[in-house]
């Protein structure tokens, strides 16, 4: 909620806090979105596509982002707002080259 309200300064603090926790619970994917709003809010695009491909991947995707749940909703409204500022063909791209990535490639392309 926080990252996607577009506190970047208080989102990239909570980050910094939360991922030693989430990686060592094997947890990652849970700050997979927020990344995924950090670099939409930091006017990164193409880095906000790739993070959030990374997180939706078939391969990872998980319960927590079952119909109607508030991580689906969030994810369906940053997938808006890229179309809108990429479109179709350059958001296509992004997703596709995302399912290459490794979850630790993905996380460093926004904290990088």
Do not use: C, K, N
């Amino acid at each position: 909620m926080l990252a996607q309200s577009g506190d970047t300064l208080g989102t990239r603090a909570a980050l910094d806090e939360a991922l030693p926790i989430l990686h060592s619970a094997a947890r990652a994917g849970r700050a997979q979105l927020a990344l995924a709003w950090l670099a939409w809010h930091e006017q990164r695009p193409a880095v906000a596509t790739q993070m959030l491909g990374r997180f939706d991947a078939p391969s990872r995707t998980g319960s927590e982002v079952g119909p109607g749940t508030y991580i689906r909703r969030s994810t369906d409204a940053l997938w808006l707002a890229l179309q809108a500022q990429l479109g179709d063909e350059a958001l296509a791209r992004l997703r596709a080259a995302a399912e290459g990535l490794s979850d630790d490639a993905a996380q460093q392309l926004v904290l990088g």
